[in-house]
C-alpha cells in the first residue's frame, strides 16, 4: 500500500521533472537545431516525406580508352532528370586544352561549375606558365578540386583523357571526391555496369600492382577503339534508360582534335 | 546487405539454332565470405528443360525440391514430361502464392520444346514471367551480364558459338561483381544430346 502511494507520488514529481525538462529542452532546440537525422535511418522513427535534397542525377554514360598513340573520349548526349527526357542533345565533353578533355556524367548543375573552375585554372597556368597545362597536371588538378569539396562535393562522376608528356595516351578515373587513377579504358556513369565487362573483355589491362610493369596502352588502333564505344554505347542505350538519343566521340592525338557524333536510340 | 545479394549469384540463358544454353556462377557466400565454390544453381527437370535459380540459397533449394516434387506428380498423371511454358507457369503460380512473403529468388526457365524450338523465360521474385527470343539474365551480377550479353549476343548461333558467347559473357560479367565468381558452368541442350562444361574464371 505504501509503496503505491510512494510510487504515485514518484510519478508526480517526476511527471512535473520531465515538464520543467521539456520546455528547457524545446528552448534549447529552438536556439540550436540538432543534427536532422535521415528520414529513411531505422534510428529516426517512423518514415518521414524526403525532404529536399541539393542534388538530382541527371544521368548518362561516360567512356574513355587509352591507345599507344591517341585517346578516345565519349559521352552520350541525353539529359535526363527522373523518368523525363530534359534534352537530347547535351555535350557532357568538355575540350580543356589541346592534349586533355573532360567527360563527366552525373548533376549537370555541378558539371558545369566543375569545368568553369577548372577553364578558370587552366587559363591562370597559361598566363603564368606560357603554356597549356599537360593532362597528367589537369588530372592531379581535377582530383584537388574534387578533394576541396570534400564535405559538401561535386556530384561529378569524370574521366578524364588525353596525351601524356610522351604523348601516349593516358585515361583517369575519378569518383566523387577525387580518388583517381591512370588506367587504360574507364566508363562512369548510369552505364557504367552495363559497358564496363565488355571493355574489360576486349582490353583488359594489367594491373598496375603487377611486376613487371606493363603498359597501361590498348594494343588497339584508333579506328578499332572507336568502333568499340560505338558498339558498347549501341548496347548499353539498349538497356540503360537513361543511355540514349546520340554519342559524342573526341578523339584526341597527334593530329589535334576529332570530333564525331553517332545517333542512338531516342525511346 | 540486401537479401537477395546475401549468398550471391550469376545466371544467364540464351538461346541458339535449335538449342539453348544455361549458365550460372559457383559461388556461395555469406555476406563476403566464401563457404562454397562449387555450388550448385541450375537443375534439370527433365532431359529437355533446366531451370536456373538465382537469389538466396535456402530457397533456391527449398524451390527446387518443391519444383521436382511437381513435375514427379505431373509426369505420373499425365504420363509425359512438362513443356517448358507449362513449367514456366507453374513456376510463376507457386511464386505467387507467396506473394506476401515470397521466396528471394528470381528463376531463369530454359526448356527445348516438343518440334526442337528453344525457350527461355525469368520471373521476378513474386512470379511476374518475362519471355525472351535472345537472352535472359538473373542475379547480383544481372546489371554486368545485361551489358555483356547485349553487346555480344548475335541470333542463330550454333552450339560451339553459343557456348563461346554465354561463357565469355558471364565469366566478364562476374568479374566486375565481388559476389559472385569462382568459375561458372555451362549446359547447353541440343536436340540430341545435353553438354555440361565447367568454366575456369577468377577465383576471388
Known sequence: ?267 | MSITSYNGSALVAMIGKNCFAIASDRRLGVNFQTIATDYQRIFQIHDRLYIGLSGLGTDVQTLYQRLKFRHKLYQLREERNMRPETFASLVSAMLYEKRFGPYFCEPIIAGLSEENVPFICTTDLIGAKQFSSDFVVSGTASESLYGACESMYKPDLEPEDLFEVISQALLSSVDRDCISGWGGIVYIVTPEQVITKTLKGRTD
Not at chain 1, 534510428?43 to 516525406?49: T, W
Request: charged share 20%.
Open chain 1, 1 to 267: 500500500m505504501h509503496e503505491n502511494i510512494a510510487n504515485i507520488e514518484n510519478s508526480k514529481r517526476a511527471k512535473k521533472k520531465e515538464h520543467a525538462n521539456q520546455s528547457r529542452e524545446n528552448r534549447n532546440m529552438a536556439m540550436m537545431m540538432p543534427p536532422r537525422l535521415n528520414p529513411t535511418d531505422s534510428a529516426s522513427g517512423p518514415k518521414q516525406h524526403q525532404t529536399w535534397s541539393p542534388y538530382d542525377n541527371n544521368g548518362g554514360t561516360c567512356v574513355a580508352i587509352a591507345g599507344a598513340d591517341y585517346c578516345v573520349i565519349a559521352a552520350d548526349t541525353r539529359m535526363s532528370t527522373g523518368f523525363s527526357i530534359l534534352t537530347r542533345d547535351h555535350s557532357k565533353i568538355f575540350v580543356i586544352s589541346e592534349t586533355c578533355a573532360l567527360a563527366s556524367s552525373g548533376f549537370q548543375a555541378d558539371i558545369s561549375a566543375l569545368q568553369k573552375n577548372l577553364d578558370a585554372r587552366h587559363q591562370t597556368y597559361q598566363h603564368q606558365h606560357g603554356k597549356q597545362m599537360s593532362c597528367p597536371a589537369m588530372a592531379q588538378l581535377l582530383s584537388n578540386t574534387l578533394y576541396y569539396k570534400r564535405f559538401f562535393p561535386y556530384y561529378a562522376f569524370n574521366v578524364l583523357g588525353g596525351l601524356d608528356d610522351q604523348g601516349k595516351g593516358c585515361v583517369y578515373s575519378y569518383d566523387a571526391v577525387g580518388s583517381y587513377e591512370r588506367v587504360g579504358y574507364a566508363a562512369q556513369g548510369s552505364g557504367m555496369q552495363l559497358i564496363m565487362p565488355v571493355l574489360d573483355n576486349q582490353l583488359k589491362s594489367a594491373s598496375p600492382l603487377v611486376l613487371p610493369k606493363r603498359e597501361t596502352a590498348t594494343p588497339l588502333t584508333e579506328a578499332e577503339a572507336v568502333d568499340l564505344v560505338k558498339d558498347t554505347f549501341a548496347s548499353a542505350a539498349e538497356r540503360d534508360i537513361y543511355t540514349g538519343d546520340g554519342v559524342e566521340i573526341v578523339t584526341i592525338n597527334a593530329r589535334g582534335i576529332q570530333k564525331q557524333y553517332m545517333e542512338l536510340k531516342k525511346d
